[in-house]
């Protein structure tokens, strides 16, 4: 019996809550982590988990093995550590969730000249408009466009990610541009389904401004609403890591410049500093060089 892995397993059940979740996570069978469990209880000669269909508790002596088990494995993480010093070339795979429009805007790019660098590298990229749970789902790195984030993640700020309003200039021949944000309101404006969706929220001249707002269209991505603003089908909030080349090409038209939607960070966020792979830390230090705190996007344009 591999012990460590039994070890690992067992801590996994224990933190998780079930087999199946353990399962998952290790990316074993169920019946593989039954078997762990099993040949663990053999080793230590005590029943270790009380088992039900409901739920699981620790009896006695699993409570006593668990510190012991988590101690094991630390120890065994350090010798690893050091062992693998002396070589810390990035190499494996990562799995890294985004959100579609991010991904497609900026992040695609930086991944390729990333894989460049580091051929041994490969990426599994999850491109999803949702908040993801990284122990779950298996999620080595996150970047979220958030000032919210979860306070048991650790949090690397890359950037900061500003919005404008904007339309094209079709829709603006058929509609009077606003003049101030309160002009919002006669205005078919295109929603995201998660973020502002009824109430657009401004800085003007220091003070926070609030605008209910309407329209036909909501998506739940802003790569739909910029293709629906222009088609000109209304007035859209839009990132500007998304939006600043038809910005400056002038095929949107931006709006409001007096009045500022709320800045937002983008950050990249992991589960723990303890043992972090050298390729995590390596894409980690690659996205801070790449996304600067004055992003290169906004060069020039607000």
């Not at 810390?88 to 991010?102: C, K, M, N, W, Y």
Request: net charge neutral; hydrophobic share 40%.
């Amino acid at each position: 019996m591999d012990r460590l892995t039994a070890m690992r397993v067992f801590v996994s059940v224990v933190d998780l809550g079930s087999q199946s979740a353990a399962a998952e996570h290790l990316d074993l069978s169920r019946p593989v982590v039954s078997r762990y469990l099993a040949a663990l209880e053999d080793w230590v000669g005590a029943r270790l988990m009380q088992r039900t269909t409901r739920r699981l508790s620790l009896t006695a002596a699993g409570q006593e093995t668990l510190p012991r088990c988590r101690q094991m494995l630390e120890l065994a993480g350090d010798l690893q550590a050091v062992v693998s010093a002396p070589n810390d070339t990035p190499r494996g795979e990562l799995r890294i969730s985004v959100s579609t429009s991010f991904g497609q805007a900026q992040l695609m790019d930086a991944l390729a000249d990333y894989v460049k660098r580091y051929p041994g590298v490969k990426i599994d990229l999850q491109m999803l408009d949702r908040t993801v749970n990284l122990v779950d789902e298996r999620i080595d790195l996150a970047i979220r466009t958030s000032n919210e984030l979860d306070p048991n993640l650790i949090a690397r700020r890359l950037s900061v990610c500003r919005s404008v309003i904007c339309a094209s200039p079709a829709y603006l021949r058929e509609h009077p541009a606003p003049e101030q944000v309160q002009d919002l309101v006669r205005h078919n404006c295109l929603t995201h389904s998660y973020f502002g969706r009824s109430l657009w929220q401004f800085d003007v001249e220091g003070d926070v401004v609030s605008v209910p707002v309407q329209g036909n269209i909501s998506a739940n991505e802003a790569m739909t609403l910029q293709r629906a603003a222009l088609a000109g089908a209304g007035i859209a909030m839009l990132p500007t890591y998304q939006t600043a080349a038809a910005l400056r090409s002038g095929e949107l038209v931006r709006l409001l410049p007096q009045a500022r939607p709320q800045d937002l960070n983008l950050t990249a966020v992991y589960t723990s500093r303890k043992h972090m792979p050298a390729t995590l830390r390596s894409m980690l230090d690659f996205l801070a060089e790449r996304f600067t705190a004055e992003p290169e996007w906004d060069r020039d344009l607000l």
